[in-house]
C-alpha cells in the first residue's frame, strides 16, 4: 500500500529514543534497569481492593465523560488541601486516560497551526511531538547543567515571540528531577503576564518533592487563569498501569477540552476512577511511604554517583538522577550502550531529552536499594575503566 500518502507530521516524528534501550535489555539476562521511569512499587491492596469491588457491583458501564461526579470532587479537594489551588469540580476537571492524554487534549484545544509553544530540555520524549502534532512549533529552550538545569527568566524572554502561545513547563523535571522554588515560578510568572502567555504545567510528580515545598505553578499569584495543570497518579500513588490522569483549569480551558476527550475516548476506563477515588480518599499514607523510600535512595544514587567521578546535581524530586558521562569521552548514547552490553546496567543517554542533556544520562532510582547498590557497583566499574 505504498502509494497511499500518509500524514507527513507523523512521518517526520522520530520513534522515542528511551524504548530503543528497553528493547535491547528485554532479551538480556541480569540486566539491572535503572531505565523506567516507574514506580518499583506495587498498587497499594486497598486500592487494588476498591477496583475489583466495582467490578463486583457491576460498574462497568461509562462514566460522565470528565469522569464520576465523585472523583472530580474528590481531585479538587485533593489540589486545595494539599497545593491550596481551587477549582469546580462540575466544570474545571476532566479525567483523562493518563497524564499523557491531558497534555495532548490541552494542546489540541489551545494550538492553531503555526503557534509555538516554548519546551524547556532536557526534557520527556514526548513533549515536543504532542506539541508537533497539535498543529504547534515546539520551541527548545536549553537548561544548562551548571545551572542544575534551572532554565532563566532571560533564557526564556529570548525565545519568546509574537507567535508564542504557551509554555510547557515540568517541575519536577524528567529527566533531570529539577525542581523550581516558588521564586523561580514567581520569575517565569511575570514573563507569563506580561506576554500573556499559557503555562501547560506538568506536575504529575509534585507527590516526590524532596527538600523544599512543592509549590503548583496555578497558586502563583496570578497564575489560576493562565494555567492548564495537568496530573494524575500514575508516579505519587504507584498507579502506572491503570493510565488514569487528570486536567484541572478553568472553564473555558476545560470546555474545548472536554469536546476533544469527549470524541476520542469518551471517558477513562471506569474501574481505574474508583482505585483512584480510593486512593485519594485513603491513600496518603501509601505516598508518605513510598516518598521516604525514594528520598533514602536518591541520596545513596546522588552520593555514589559522586563519588565515582560522575557529577550528579542533587535533584529536588522525581525519582532521576541525571550524572555526567563526560569524563569517559563517549557521547551518551555510546555510553548508555556499552554500559549495558559490558555491565548490563540500563540507562537512557540524556541526549533524547534534547540537546542540553547530551554527555549525561538518565538514571530511575525507582528500583531496589539492593538492586541500585549492585548497579553502582557495575557502573564504576566501567567508568574507572573507560575514563580518560
Same mark, same amino acid.
Request: proline residues 4%; glycine residues 6%; aromatic residues 10%.
Given at each position: 500500500?505504498s502509494?497511499? /500518502?500518509?500524514?507527513?507530521?507523523?512521518?517526520?516524528?522520530?520513534?522515542?529514543?528511551? !524504548?530503543?534501550?528497553?528493547?535491547?535489555?528485554?532479551?538480556?539476562?541480569?540486566?539491572?534497569?535503572?531505565g523506567?521511569?516507574?514506580?518499583?512499587?506495587?498498587?497499594?491492596?486497598?486500592?487494588?481492593e476498591?477496583?475489583i469491588?466495582?467490578?463486583?457491583?457491576?460498574?462497568?458501564?461509562?462514566?460522565?465523560?470528565?469522569?464520576?461526579p465523585?472523583?472530580?470532587?474528590?481531585?479538587?479537594?485533593?489540589? @486545595? @488541601? !494539599?497545593?491550596?489551588?481551587?477549582?469546580?469540580?462540575?466544570?474545571?476537571?476532566?479525567?483523562?486516560?493518563?497524564?499523557?492524554?491531558?497534555?495532548?487534549?490541552?494542546?489540541? $484545544?489551545?494550538? @492553531?497551526?503555526?503557534?509555538?509553544?516554548?519546551?524547556?530540555?532536557?526534557?520527556?520524549?514526548? +513533549?515536543?511531538? *504532542?506539541?508537533?502534532?497539535?498543529?504547534?512549533?515546539? *520551541?527548545? *529552550?536549553? $537548561?544548562?547543567?551548571?545551572?542544575?538545569?534551572?532554565?532563566?527568566?532571560?533564557q526564556?524572554?529570548?525565545?519568546?515571540?509574537?507567535?508564542?502561545?504557551?509554555?510547557?513547563?515540568?517541575?519536577?523535571?524528567?529527566?533531570?528531577?529539577?525542581?523550581?522554588?516558588?521564586?523561580?515560578?514567581?520569575?517565569?510568572?511575570?514573563?507569563?503576564?506580561?506576554?500573556?502567555?499559557? *503555562?501547560?504545567?506538568?506536575?504529575?510528580?509534585?507527590?516526590?518533592?524532596?527538600?523544599?515545598?512543592?509549590?503548583?505553578?496555578?497558586?502563583?499569584?496570578?497564575? +489560576?487563569?493562565?494555567?492548564?495543570?495537568?496530573?494524575?497518579f500514575?508516579?505519587?500513588?504507584?498507579?502506572?498501569?491503570?493510565?488514569?490522569?487528570? /486536567?484541572?483549569a478553568?472553564? +473555558?480551558?476545560?470546555?474545548?477540552?472536554?469536546?476533544?476527550?469527549?470524541?476520542?475516548?469518551?471517558?477513562?476506563?471506569?474501574?481505574?476512577?474508583?482505585?483512584?477515588?480510593?486512593?485519594?480518599?485513603?491513600?496518603? !499514607?501509601?505516598?508518605?511511604?513510598?516518598?521516604?523510600? +525514594?528520598?533514602? !535512595?536518591?541520596?545513596?544514587?546522588?552520593?555514589?554517583? @559522586?563519588?565515582?567521578g560522575?557529577?550528579?546535581?542533587?535533584?529536588?524530586?522525581?525519582f532521576?538522577?541525571?550524572?555526567?558521562?563526560?569524563?569517559?569521552?563517549?557521547?551518551?548514547?555510546?555510553?548508555?550502550?556499552?554500559?549495558?552490553?559490558?555491565?548490563?546496567?540500563?540507562v537512557?543517554?540524556?541526549?533524547?531529552?534534547?540537546?542540553?542533556?547530551?554527555?549525561?544520562?538518565?538514571?530511575?532510582?525507582?528500583?531496589?536499594?539492593?538492586?541500585?547498590?549492585?548497579?553502582?557497583?557495575?557502573?564504576? $566499574?566501567?567508568?574507572?575503566?573507560?575514563?580518560?
Open positions: 500500500m502509494e497511499f /500518502v500518509l500524514s507527513r507530521s507523523v512521518e517526520a516524528l522520530q520513534p522515542s529514543g528511551i !524504548r530503543r534501550f528497553f528493547n535491547l535489555a528485554a532479551g538480556m539476562e541480569g540486566v539491572i534497569s535503572l523506567v521511569g516507574e514506580p518499583d512499587f506495587v498498587t497499594p491492596w486497598h486500592v487494588r476498591a477496583c469491588q466495582s467490578l463486583e457491583k457491576g460498574f462497568t458501564a461509562y462514566t460522565a465523560n470528565a469522569g464520576l465523585a472523583l472530580r470532587k474528590e481531585i479538587t479537594k485533593y489540589l @486545595n @488541601n !494539599r497545593f491550596s489551588v481551587s477549582y469546580n469540580p462540575e466544570t474545571e476537571v476532566v479525567v483523562t486516560v493518563g497524564a499523557s492524554q491531558a497534555i495532548d487534549i490541552a494542546f489540541r $484545544a489551545i494550538l @492553531n497551526p503555526g503557534d509555538e509553544v516554548i519546551v524547556i530540555e532536557p526534557s520527556f520524549v514526548s +513533549y515536543a511531538p *504532542v506539541v508537533e502534532l497539535a498543529g504547534g512549533v515546539a *520551541v527548545r *529552550v536549553q $537548561a544548562l547543567g551548571e545551572n542544575e538545569f534551572k532554565v532563566t527568566p532571560e526564556l524572554e529570548e525565545a519568546i515571540t509574537e507567535r508564542t502561545k504557551a509554555i510547557l513547563l515540568c517541575t519536577p523535571n524528567n529527566p533531570t528531577g529539577t525542581m523550581l522554588n516558588k521564586q523561580e515560578l514567581e520569575a517565569i510568572a511575570v514573563l507569563v503576564k506580561k506576554h500573556h502567555l499559557i *503555562v501547560v504545567a506538568d506536575e504529575i510528580y509534585a507527590e516526590l518533592s524532596y527538600d523544599e515545598e512543592y509549590h503548583s505553578f496555578a497558586n502563583i499569584e496570578g497564575m +489560576y487563569e493562565h494555567t492548564v495543570l495537568i496530573s494524575g500514575s508516579k505519587g500513588f504507584a498507579m502506572t498501569g491503570w493510565r488514569l490522569g487528570f /486536567v484541572a478553568p472553564a +473555558y480551558f476545560i470546555e474545548p477540552m472536554l469536546k476533544i476527550h469527549q470524541y476520542t475516548l469518551m471517558c477513562a476506563p471506569t474501574m481505574s476512577q474508583y482505585a483512584a477515588l480510593e486512593a485519594l480518599q485513603t491513600g496518603n !499514607r501509601d505516598v508518605i511511604e513510598m516518598k521516604k523510600s +525514594y528520598h533514602k !535512595r536518591r541520596n545513596f544514587i546522588v552520593s555514589s554517583l @559522586n563519588s565515582i560522575m557529577e550528579c546535581h542533587l535533584p529536588g524530586g522525581a532521576y538522577a541525571f550524572p555526567s558521562i563526560k569524563s569517559t569521552g563517549m557521547t551518551s548514547e555510546q555510553f548508555a550502550e556499552r554500559l549495558l552490553m559490558e555491565q548490563k546496567v540500563a537512557v543517554p540524556g541526549g533524547v531529552f534534547g540537546e542540553s542533556g547530551e554527555g549525561y544520562i538518565r538514571c530511575s532510582y525507582a528500583t531496589s536499594m539492593n538492586q541500585l547498590i549492585e548497579a553502582m557497583k557495575r557502573i564504576e $566499574a566501567f567508568v574507572h575503566q573507560h575514563c580518560k
